[in-house]
């Protein structure tokens, strides 16, 4: 295997779409949601193990989740787990992991990856590394994977192209989250792809990114040549993140920068970033139901139940509905409702504590 070749898992968010069974205590990263006996950091930094050498896999979570990162995946190394203070998005996250990774290895090539994401077609989507692992090692580009849309889905980034027959193509814009209206004209396009959030870049790229859009923050970091993989390492992070600004890597870099291409393919990919998505790749019923073996349906469709197994539970009369139970909350509510799930989340927080959420 390259030696060169390392892998970022970025594992600190809190998953909020998928409350009440992904909290701020353990979430949706750390849970069994597909039903197949690992959760899905498991699943992603196994996908990962098989390609890379173990000891270049990297994963950035918040000290909160030391210990499920620990426990889920006991192969990691005290200095392959970087620990945030503080949640600040994905730039400051990648910042802190490109500049560790380099401090060791100038001529790394990273692939970075969320820990919560599903890729059915494992044999592609290790082509499409490679292919983007090796042009990233020859030339200085950023580049991202771009998904085909079949839906005109508000919940994604959206990626702008321009058509040609090479492999790897130049990207002309990023829209993150757009409205309805204008993801319709998206998809009517056929120059626009859904934004994966996998990245490939040497960390030459994009440290010299850093640099020429985000200074401040390329300052922070380049400070720590020395602490980094040493006993100062924990402090010294600390103290960058109380200087660090709340930004994502695409509003942060990819928006701006001109040596962004995408590479498109087929793998499967969802984001499950809602009961929506898990209920599109989940197993159903007749009834297009998602549900365990102690739900009994009638007369109701196109839900997804996960509750207690340990009751009986019958279910009648609903269509397109949520039914959870986790740790003392139940939710019933509309799948779909993305945005109302957001809020209830804050208003539980404001009225009942952080406890439940």
């Not at 990023?174 to 993801?183: D, I, M, N, R, V």
Request: proline share 4%; hydrophobic share 40%.
């Amino acid at each position: 295997m390259n030696e060169n070749k390392y892998v970022v898992i970025m594992a600190g968010g809190t998953g909020t779409r998928l409350w009440p069974v992904s909290t701020s205590q353990k979430p949706k990263q750390f849970h069994d949601l597909l039903g197949v006996g690992k959760s899905l950091l498991q699943m992603t930094y196994d996908r990962f193990a098989t390609h890379f050498r173990k000891e270049n896999i990297f994963i950035v979570t918040n000290k909160d989740y030391e210990g499920l990162v620990q426990e889920q995946i006991p192969d990691i190394g005290e200095d392959q787990l970087l620990l945030e203070p503080n949640k600040r998005n994905t730039a400051p996250c990648i910042a802190y992991a490109a500049y560790k990774i380099a401090s060791r290895n100038p001529d790394a090539i990273m692939v970075v990856a969320p820990a919560d994401h599903l890729i059915l077609k494992e044999e592609v989507f290790h082509q499409a590394i490679s292919i983007a692992v090796d042009s990233a090692s020859k030339q200085d580009q950023l580049i991202t994977l771009g998904m085909h849309p079949n839906r005109p889905e508000t919940g994604y980034g959206y990626i702008q192209y321009i058509p040609d027959s090479a492999a790897l193509k130049k990207v002309k814009t990023f829209t993150e989250k757009p409205e309805l209206e204008l993801a319709e004209k998206f998809i009517e396009s056929g120059d626009f792809v859904w934004n994966a959030g996998i990245f490939i870049w040497s960390v030459k790229s994009i440290i010299a990114s850093f640099e020429k859009f985000l200074p401040d923050l390329a300052e922070i970091f380049s400070d720590g040549d020395e602490p980094y993989y040493s006993a100062n390492e924990k402090l010294f992070i600390n103290k960058a993140y109380t200087q660090c600004m709340n930004i994502s890597i695409d509003f942060a870099i990819m928006e701006k920068a001109e040596n962004v291409y995408v590479l498109l393919m087929d793998i499967g990919w969802s984001d499950l970033g809602n009961w929506d998505s898990l209920h599109e790749i989940r197993e159903k019923d007749i009834d297009n139901n998602v549900k365990p073996d102690n739900v009994l349906c009638f007369n109701a469709t196109d839900n997804i139940v996960t509750l207690d197994q340990s009751k009986l539970v019958v279910i009648h009369g609903l269509q397109n509905y949520l039914v959870s139970e986790q740790n003392g909350v139940i939710l019933i509510c509309k799948k779909n409702a993305e945005k109302e799930i957001k809020e209830m989340v804050n208003s539980v927080k404001n009225q009942k504590g952080e406890g439940f959420i």
